[in-house]
T-cell receptor, first 111, second 111 residues
């Protein structure tokens, strides 16, 4: 079983629409990381969140870590074809140095 | 820029062979990780190391071993390759906390 659950696993949206991807853990998250992977390419670091309630934005992507530090959301505003890819959340769980990932969300943007 | 180098981009091996995947980082990072990536399963942690000669099992260590004799190098060993170990293998490194820096991956096919 996965220590981090991402939802949805797959998402198809119309270009210009907003969307949200969630990442949930049953344990406290000490560091939460969002990565993006274009098909067949390497992982691109998007954002890191560490404090409960923290929110970061980059261009049209906003990520939040909830107050209880057990869930994070990634929100994309006015989606574009360049946003297509696989989004992965990773986290330091339980204070350990091991960093685990969710199963990923495959995002498709339809023109 | 941090560089994480994996020795091979593509590798084809036969069932039963012993396989070595090499990873080198140039930023004096304490922690190094090996993941495998399979469609729909995200990144699954095989092993990680937080110091020279130190290693910890991840979520799927069976059939694998690792070696870290020098700080900059972390090797993944498939003792007797099997077809279900056909996958993309990703090496990563970081300081004791913080974002991971990934290599470009090794696509291993076991025939």
């Amino acid at each position: 079983s996965q220590e981090l659950e991402q939802s949805p696993q797959s998402l198809i949206v119309q270009e210009g629409k907003n969307l949200t991807i969630n990442c949930t853990s049953s344990k406290t998250l000490y560091g939460l990381y969002w990565y993006k992977q274009k098909y067949g390419e390497g992982l691109i670091f998007l954002m890191m969140l560490q404090k409960g309630g923290e929110e970061k934005s980059h261009e049209k992507i906003t990520a939040k870590l909830d107050e209880k530090k057990q869930q994070s959301s990634l929100h994309i505003t006015a989606s574009q074809p360049s946003h297509a890819g696989i989004y992965l959340c990773g986290a330091d769980i339980g204070g350990a140095q091991k960093l685990v990932f969710g199963q990923g969300t495959r995002l498709t943007i339809n023109p | 820029d941090v560089k994480v180098t994996q020795s091979s981009r593509y590798l084809v091996k036969r069932t039963g062979e012993k396989v070595f995947l090499e990873c080198v980082q140039d930023m004096d990072h304490e922690n190094m990780f090996w993941y495998r990536q399979d469609p729909g399963l995200g990144l699954r942690l095989i092993y990680f190391s937080y110091d020279v000669k130190m290693k910890e099992k991840g979520d799927i260590p069976e059939g694998y071993s690792v070696s870290r004799e020098k700080k900059e190098r972390f090797s993944l060993i498939l003792e007797s390759a099997s077809t279900n170990q056909t996958s993309m293998y990703l090496c990563a490194s970081r300081r004791s906390i913080g974002k991971l820096f990934f290599g470009s991956g090794t696509q291993l096919s076991v025939l």
